[in-house]
């Protein structure tokens, strides 16, 4: 259990770094185009290089028809608009507020999951969504005026980002659950790659001068973003169970905090820690009521 544990604490810390690499890549002069598109690129060769090795034989379920690979690969568009619109996120707001705005996901997914699937959240949902309401003032600044000179853009585009996420978790949850996980990560990023492609198409392949240091940002990006996650995920949450992988993957919020703060520089008041502890609350605590419930049950 030890062993699972800390894989789902290092692929959510994965997920914690990007942001800050990200903000990094743009320092050095990069688009937006060229981050996300190799990024993608990258991280699609390595999981089809490693699925490719490993062989792993396809899961065998029981009265599912065989999932088609193109409907894999249009799942993988959610995920390919995330990166697009959080790395946009990233270059218009601080890395900090940047996954804030992000982790408001968990109230939008509760929402997409009554508007699609008429699934009532519970009163702990609601009071969790209350709560990352309130952590969300806190942490982004708003109570000390500190969102007066932040671009409205970023946030719009943070938000979206969270949208587009809640519906990369929806999807992900009901597709594929007959393929091998590399095999449907590998799918996924393919999908995505084409999708961020096409809304961002790639000029930067045809200039060789800019990818000795674009393959830099890139091979960090593609080894934390979709290449360390999916693989400790995969082999960690069986273990571990949904309820308290969930709880683990959290780590990813003060993750990127502490990396903004630690490498960017950037300021992080006690108003704003306290924000993301309470942001924490509110993701742990349901899913601890869940499992003390179970446990009870």
């Known amino acids: ?51 490719w090795l490993s062989k792993p034989k396809r899961k065998k379920q029981v009265h599912i028809s065989p999932t088609k690979p193109w409907k894999i690969m249009l799942g993988g568009v959610s995920t ?4 697009v619109v959080y790395y946009q996120c ?14 408001q996901f968990v109230w939008m997914s509760m929402v997409l999951e009554f508007l699609f699937y008429r699934q009532k959240p519970s009163k702990t949902q609601l009071f969790a969504t209350a709560m990352v309401l309130l952590g969300t ?13 932040v671009s409205v853009e970023g946030i719009a585009y943070g938000l979206l980002a969270a949208l587009c996420y809640a519906i990369f978790l ?47 940002w890139a091979l960090v990006l593609a080894i934390f973003g979709t290449v360390i996650p999916p693989i400790c995920f995969a082999k960690g949450f069986p273990k571990t169970g949904i309820g308290l992988g969930s709880i683990l993957s959290s780590v990813e919020l003060p993750v990127a905090v502490a990396m903004s703060a630690l490498v960017l520089k950037e300021q992080v008041s006690l108003w704003q820690w306290l924000g993301v502890v309470v942001l924490l609350a509110a993701i742990v605590l349901p899913k601890i009521l869940t499992l003390t419930g179970s446990k009870r049950g």
């Open 1 to 51: 259990m030890w062993k699972a544990t800390f894989l789902v604490l290092l692929g959510a810390g994965s997920f914690g770094v990007l942001s800050t690499f990200v903000k990094l890549a743009y320092g050095a002069g990069y688009t937006l185009g060229e981050i996300t598109g190799t990024q993608a690129l990258f991280g699609a060769a390595f999981l089809w290089l490693f699925y």
């Open 80 to 83: 390919g608009a995330v990166s």
């Open 90 to 103: 990233v270059h218009l707001v601080p890395a900090s507020l940047a996954i804030i705005l992000l982790m």
């Open 137 to 149: 003032l806190a942490a982004s600044g708003f109570l000390e005026n500190q969102l007066k000179d």
């Open 170 to 216: 929806l999807v992900n949850n009901r597709i594929g659950i007959d393929y091998h996980p590399l095999h449907k990560s590998a799918l996924m990023i393919s999908g995505a790659c084409l999708f961020i492609f096409i809304v961002l198409p790639p000029y930067f392949i045809l200039q060789p001068e800019k990818w000795m240091g674009l393959s830099k």
